[in-house]
């Protein structure tokens, strides 16, 4: 990183016009300095500038200021133009299903699906393709997905019998593909809520013969309202919610789902952390926002559980912190 880089990091963070004008400049002049080495075909080591710039300048301003340099200083450079050429950037930013992290974004992360577009690695977009799907984010749903697969085979291996599970916002479940089949033989019903409908068709027409499967096309709100419920769940879980509920309304939804969980049964949440060295690249170009939290506070969003029903809380991390993991186990 050069000197142009430091400047842009000396960010004056009082909320005053002249402050937010000179953070423009200075952030304006290091994005121009990177779309140079984008023309010169030098587009890892320029996306790996965007990403520390961004995370830098998000740092030292306030949370107004950030939106403002996002909209009117980040997306109105012609930089912006070439990054989105991206196919997974450009899906996050449009939103064709009208919400952020939809199934097929994820399925871009994943690197599976009908609908797979890789641009050719020679390409600017190819190579800004290649950095956000090994980008740390990427990296962290991929592994998350391994998982929440490996939990589910956990969950079915200590149920006496067959097991039931409920899998909240399932989006494309493609967590189903990595279950071995001795896991897949030992579930009795799978349930799989989301509001999306192309989704849930998405998750029949792919695993409806390997999995005994229950599609349900209810809201979260639905399940807040106890409108949507079950009993005697052996588990639960919830892959990317969480990264969009705020605290009140996420402490709720656990303690309904914590209801519908039998005696020994589990339920886990998953939710990106601070660590996350690419939440600037997300919030610009990306136009993904997430709440991020740490462990504590993810942890803390199991309070409102009666503790006198609780017989375990565990709170863990991928091999990186950047994605926190908490589960309850019931009395």
Request: aromatic fraction near 6%; proline fraction near 5%.
């Amino acid at each position: 990183m050069d000197s142009s880089m430091a400047a842009v990091e000396a960010v004056a963070t009082p909320a005053t016009d002249e402050a937010w004008r000179d953070t423009s400049a200075r952030l304006t002049a290091e994005l121009d300095r990177i779309e140079k080495r984008f023309r010169g075909d030098d587009v890892i080591a320029g996306m790996r500038d965007i990403r520390d710039t961004l995370l830098s300048v998000r740092a030292g301003v306030t949370r107004e200021e950030w939106l403002s340099l996002c909209a009117e200083t980040v997306m109105t450079h012609p930089i912006a133009e070439l990054i989105l050429k991206c196919p997974l950037t450009r899906r996050s930013n449009e939103k064709p299903r009208g919400y952020p992290g939809d199934a097929p974004l994820l399925d871009l992360i994943y690197g599976i699906g009908d609908n797979l577009q890789i641009p050719h690695p020679a390409t600017i977009e190819g190579q800004v393709h290649f950095f956000v799907v090994h980008s740390s984010a990427c990296r962290a749903v991929r592994r998350r997905r391994e998982i929440i697969a490996g939990e589910i085979s956990k969950a079915v291996r200590n149920s006496p019998g067959a097991a039931t599970i409920l899998s909240v916002a399932g989006g494309h479940l493609r967590e189903a593909e990595l279950l071995d089949e001795e896991t897949r033989r030992g579930i009795r019903e799978f349930h799989v809520l989301d509001q999306d409908a192309d989704s849930l068709a998405e998750v029949s027409a792919k695993y409806a013969a390997l999995l005994p499967l229950n599609p349900i096309g209810k809201t979260v709100r639905s399940v807040l309202l106890r409108h949507t419920k079950f009993s005697d769940l052996d588990y639960i879980y919830s892959a990317g919610l969480f990264d969009y509920l705020v605290a009140p309304v996420g402490m709720r939804l656990i303690e309904r789902l914590f209801e519908m969980l039998k005696p020994g049964g589990r339920l886990l949440i998953a939710n990106f952390t601070p660590a996350l060295e690419d939440i600037g690249y997300m919030e610009t170009f990306m136009d993904w926002r997430l709440i991020y939290r740490t462990v504590d506070e993810v942890r803390a969003l199991f309070d409102g559980l009666p503790q006198e029903d609780v017989a375990s809380l565990e709170a863990f991390t991928d091999e990186k912190g950047v994605v926190a993991y908490v589960a309850v186990e019931k009395k």
